[in-house]
Nanobody, 116 residues
Framework: QLQLVESGGGLVQPGGSLRLSCATSGSTLDGYGIAWFRQAPGKEREGVACISSSGASTNYADSVKGRFTISRDTVKNMMYLQMNSLKPEDTAVYYC?????????WGQGTQVTVSS
């Protein structure tokens, strides 16, 4: 079965950048649509970005459009979220997600804190 593990979170100043990675095990990402979600303290989990199983299309939340980029590497079986121009309101636990016909697989989350 597919398993996902996020990494790359940490503390960054406003305006800075981070690149989150999601490593896979148990299966490849072939046939999966992938996405990144986040959950801030006291808030519900929200979708941030997604990319189709073919990699042909992407979608972004309005709050991150133009600043974040989702990508996938099917050779390495990795998924990424490049985050630029970070704002304090981007502070959250970020989760990677893979979706197939049989359901969703989630990573454990990685903390991103944007603060001066």
């Amino acid at each position: 079965q597919l398993q996902l593990v996020e990494s790359g979170g940490g503390l960054v100043q406003p305006g800075g950048s981070l690149r989150l990675s999601c490593a896979t095990s148990g299966s490849t990402l072939d046939g999966y649509g992938i996405a990144w979600f986040r959950q801030a303290p006291g808030k519900e989990r929200e979708g941030v970005a997604c990319i189709s199983s073919s990699g042909a299309s992407t979608n972004y939340a309005d709050s991150v459009k133009g600043r974040f980029t989702i990508s996938r590497d099917t050779v390495k079986n990795m998924m990424y979220l490049q985050m630029n121009s970070l704002k304090p309101e981007d502070t959250a636990v970020y989760y990677c997600n893979a979706r197939r016909y049989d359901g969703d697989t989630w990573g454990q989350g990685t903390q991103v804190t944007v603060s001066s």
